[in-house]
């Protein structure tokens, strides 16, 4: 069992930057491939991004690609999201997610391959 807790999200202008944290408690936090996930109102979650346990390998969804950077700090049991040149469009609650890792392959962009969620944090980009 890993508990996740996001912080850093709030309100920022089109054009702006945010850098979201997930700290993990509970198993050992290298154990884990992690991804960020986002919801906006009416919408299904969708995938961000995601880094592999060893932090060698990060995806992106493509509208995000340039914009965001994944990254995590295992001395820290945390991981990152920094948001740069933030759009309207981002505007949805942020979740990081967890994924026990085992070695096979499987599709970062599918919500159901992640085994623990974070409650989400608000992130508001004004026009």
């Known amino acids: 069992q890993v508990q996740l807790v996001e912080s850093g999200g709030g309100l920022v202008q089109a054009g702006g930057s945010l850098r979201l944290s997930c700290a993990a408690s509970?198993?050992?936090?290298?154990?884990?491939?992690l991804g960020w996930f986002r919801q906006a109102p009416g919408k299904e979650r969708e995938f961000v991004a995601h880094?592999?346990?060893?932090?060698?390998?990060?995806y992106y969804t493509d509208s995000v690609k340039g914009r965001f950077t994944i990254s995590r700090d295992n001395t820290l049991n945390t991981i990152y999201l920094q948001m740069n040149s933030l759009k309207p469009e981002d505007t949805a609650v942020y979740y990081c997610?967890?994924?026990?890792?085992?070695?096979?392959?499987?599709?970062?962009?599918?919500?159901?391959?992640?085994?623990?969620w974070g409650q989400g944090t608000q992130v508001t980009v004004s026009s």
């Open positions: 509970g198993r050992t936090f290298r154990n884990y491939d």
């Open positions: 997610a967890a994924r026990t890792y085992s070695g096979g392959t499987y599709r970062v962009e599918d919500k159901r391959n992640y085994d623990y």
């Open positions: 880094i592999t346990w060893s932090g060698r390998s990060t």
